[in-house]
């Protein structure tokens, strides 16, 4: 009996040692596992950050560049229509220069009798003290002309794009025409009006003294009388 005891807790202390030295072995070998596994993880972390960083990012230039997109076909749609807005302008110019024109060539013996010209400031349609002096000087010849017109020309310097320009121009004489109406009771169907923007020069625009001489309106007395003693109609385009 002895014998056998001393067997079994022999037998008991090698698989004690058996069974340490087992877990042992596989905490040696899972541990680089582990950790290994843990860097994994923190990598997997670091590249699940760094792809939704870059998700935002293009989604901000998808946004731009859509943003942009959307202003270039903005501004195109804006200079198409100014383009157009500047043809048709320049169309009406044309008319109303020719119909002046054709009623003027109608008359038998038609000729100026006076004119006067005043000049304006730079992207200004406002009349001076002597632009309205100078008008006052040419409205006293009215009183004794006979069957007589007043053509009126605004003009513009070359600054600015074609579309301001005739506006611009077209002010212009309006403000003269004003005057003269309201001041001397000249009545409407007097009045020849065209805005011609910058399309004739009277002078060079690549001075400064140029310029001011083409930032102009010019009135002109027409009359026929002795010749039939008609006014004429006023053609499409005329105003006060």
């Not at 582990?34 to 293009?58: F, S």
């Not at 009349?127 to 309205?132: A, E, I």
């Not at 025409?177 to 009277?202: C, M, T, W």
């Amino acid at each position: 009996m002895k014998t056998f005891g001393k067997l079994v807790l022999v037998a008991f202390s090698v698989a004690s040692v058996t069974g340490c030295a087992t877990k042992n072995y596989v905490k040696n070998q899972t541990a680089p596992l582990v950790e290994h596994t843990g860097q994994l993880e923190d990598k997997t972390a670091a590249n699940g950050r760094a792809i939704q960083d870059t998700d935002q990012r293009a989604q901000t230039g998808i946004q731009q560049a859509q943003t942009a997109a959307e202003a270039a076909a903005q501004n195109a749609q804006n200079a198409a229509k100014a383009a157009t807005d500047a043809q048709t302008a320049a169309n009406d110019a044309v008319h109303r220069a020719d119909s002046l024109d054709s009623v003027v060539k109608g008359l038998d013996s038609y000729k100026q009798i006076a004119d006067v010209t005043v000049t304006f400031g730079f992207d200004k349609a406002v009349l001076t003290p002597d632009d309205k002096s100078q008008l006052d000087d040419f409205a006293s010849k009215l009183g004794s002309a006979k069957s007589y017109i007043l053509e009126v020309t605004g003009g513009t310097d070359s600054t600015g794009s074609a579309q301001y320009n005739y506006d611009l121009s077209q002010r212009r004489a309006d403000a003269v025409v004003q005057y003269l109406a309201s001041k001397y009771n000249v009545p409407a169907h007097r009045f020849y009006l065209i805005g011609i923007g910058k399309d004739q020069e009277v002078a060079s625009n690549d001075t400064a003294e140029g310029r001011k001489k083409n930032r102009r309106v010019q009135v002109q007395l027409l009359t026929n009388f002795g010749t039939g003693d008609q006014t004429p109609a006023a053609p499409a385009g005329s105003g006060n």
